[in-house]
Structure formats: structure tokens, C-alpha cells
């Protein structure tokens, strides 16, 4: 009997137990960590300044430039160039040497500088009878060309008077750094012609003379230079 009750009293028990607890709710996912803000991109680079332009520092007058038009400049020079060629092509000389011009006095030639100078006259000729067209075949395309003949003459400050006898081009560079290029002999308009089409031989174009002409025709009624005064 013993055995018996004993075997009853602990199938109830196991009869009346109750399902097991659920464990409690998961705990909620912790917040992600913080995503690191994607670095700046790199500021872009500025491109390098243009080369500085190296203007002569060799001369100290002041000036005044008249045109054909008659509008002048009256300025402080601080640099002269010549022209290594006649027109600038093997570019820009500043040697003492090369920074002066002929002129003849009648009694003979001599060079002069521009602070023997003090005043200086260029008149052009006529169109037509002065003027003079050609072109280069050293370039490719062909270079093209017409010039005027003048009449240029120099006053020294020691009274001497000449003619001036040297074709190069001349630029005058003021201290505000404006610059102003002229002929002192001979006035020249120039300019290269197009390509031709299909990349054949080049063969001389009579429309450039024609188109040249006209320039020259504008610039010797306006932006030619005909006189320079120095203080």
C-alpha cells in the first residue's frame, strides 16, 4: 500500500504541473555604433600661376608716344627691347649693344642710344607707290607681309639731326607696365595664312595682300606711331 499512495501522490503532481516559464523577452539590440563621417574630399589643386612675364628694367625717361590719330601716352619708361629680327620673330633682345639705332647725320652714320635722343619723327609714305607686299616661304603656312615706306628722322639732345637708318621693331614698357610696340623705319603689317585644306603644298595667296593693304590703309590713319618725345 505504502508503495502504492506513494506512486499516486507523485503523478498528480506531475499531472498538475504547469508548462515551464518562458524565459523573459530578449533584451532589445543595442544601437549600432556610430558610422565614422566620410573624411572631406581633398580641396582640388589650383593650377600653377602663369610664368611671370619678365619686362626690361633698363631704361628710365618719360615719354609721350603720339599716334597717327593723334592720341598720345605720356608715361615713365622703365624698359626698351628691340627686336632680335626685324619683327620679332627670334623674339626680344635687351643687350646694350643691340639697344641702339643708326642714324645718319650727313656727315656719316653713328649709333645712338635712346638717352641721346629727344625727339623723333616717322611719316609714312603714300599708298600704293610706298607700299611693298611679299611673303615667306620659311614658314608653313606662308607668312605674308606689307610694308609702307617712311620718312623717319631723329633730334639728338645734342642738336645733331639725322635720318634713322635701323628696321627693327622697338617696345617701350612703362612703369604702370603697359607696353607699346613701333617701327622707327619702314611700318610693317604681317600675318600668317590658314592652313591649307587637306594638307597640301602651299602656293601664294593674292586675297592676303589684299587684306593686308587694308590693314595697313586703318593703322596709318590711327594706331601708327608717328612721334616720340622725351622729356
Same mark, same amino acid.
Given at each position: 500500500?505504502?508503495?502504492?499512495?506513494? #506512486?499516486?501522490?507523485?503523478?498528480?503532481?506531475?499531472?498538475?504541473?504547469?508548462? @515551464?516559464?518562458?524565459?523573459?523577452?530578449?533584451?532589445?539590440?543595442?544601437?549600432?555604433?556610430?558610422?565614422?563621417?566620410?573624411?572631406?574630399a581633398p580641396a582640388p589643386e589650383e593650377p600653377p600661376p602663369p610664368p611671370v612675364d619678365i619686362k626690361a628694367h633698363n631704361l628710365a625717361l618719360s615719354v609721350t608716344v603720339t599716334r597717327m590719330d593723334k592720341t598720345t601716352i605720356?608715361?615713365?619708361? !622703365?624698359?626698351?627691347?628691340?627686336?632680335?629680327?626685324?619683327?620679332? &620673330?627670334?623674339?626680344?633682345?635687351? &643687350?646694350?649693344?643691340?639697344? @641702339?639705332?643708326?642714324?645718319? #647725320?650727313? @656727315?656719316?652714320?653713328?649709333?645712338?642710344?635712346?638717352?641721346?635722343? @629727344?625727339?623723333?619723327?616717322? *611719316?609714312?609714305?603714300? /599708298?600704293?607707290?610706298?607700299?611693298?607686299? #611679299?611673303?615667306?616661304?620659311?614658314?608653313?603656312?606662308? /607668312?605674308?607681309?606689307?610694308?609702307?615706306?617712311?620718312?623717319?628722322?631723329? *633730334?639728338?639732345?645734342?642738336?645733331?639731326?639725322?635720318?634713322?637708318?635701323?628696321?627693327?621693331?622697338?617696345?617701350?614698357?612703362?612703369?604702370?607696365?603697359?607696353?607699346?610696340?613701333? $617701327?622707327?623705319?619702314? $611700318?610693317?603689317?604681317?600675318? !600668317?595664312?590658314?592652313?591649307?585644306?587637306?594638307?597640301?603644298?602651299?602656293?601664294?595667296?593674292?586675297?592676303?595682300?589684299?587684306?593686308?593693304? !587694308?590693314?595697313?590703309?586703318?593703322?596709318?590713319?590711327?594706331?601708327?606711331?608717328?612721334s616720340i618725345t622725351i622729356q
Open positions: 500500500m505504502r508503495t502504492i499512495l506513494l #506512486t499516486l501522490l507523485v503523478v498528480p503532481t506531475l499531472a498538475f504541473a504547469g508548462p @515551464k516559464a518562458k524565459p523573459g523577452a530578449a533584451p532589445p539590440p543595442a544601437d549600432p555604433p556610430p558610422v565614422a563621417a566620410p573624411a572631406p605720356t608715361k615713365h619708361v !622703365q624698359g626698351v627691347e628691340r627686336s632680335s629680327d626685324f619683327h620679332g &620673330d627670334a623674339g626680344w633682345t635687351t &643687350d646694350a649693344k643691340d639697344l @641702339k639705332f643708326n642714324v645718319d #647725320t650727313g @656727315k656719316g652714320e653713328k649709333a645712338v642710344s635712346w638717352t641721346d635722343v @629727344k625727339s623723333v619723327s616717322v *611719316v609714312p609714305g603714300k /599708298m600704293g607707290d610706298d607700299v611693298d607686299c #611679299t611673303y615667306s616661304s620659311d614658314f608653313n603656312p606662308f /607668312m605674308y607681309e606689307c610694308s609702307i615706306r617712311t620718312t623717319s628722322t631723329v *633730334v639728338l639732345k645734342d642738336g645733331t639731326k639725322g635720318t634713322i637708318d635701323t628696321r627693327n621693331k622697338w617696345r617701350f614698357t612703362f612703369d604702370d607696365g603697359e607696353q607699346v610696340e613701333f $617701327y622707327l623705319l619702314k $611700318y610693317t603689317v604681317r600675318e !600668317q595664312d590658314e592652313p591649307t585644306a587637306g594638307g597640301e603644298d602651299a602656293v601664294e595667296n593674292m586675297g592676303m595682300y589684299t587684306k593686308l593693304q !587694308q590693314a595697313l590703309r586703318a593703322d596709318i590713319k590711327g594706331s601708327m606711331v608717328t
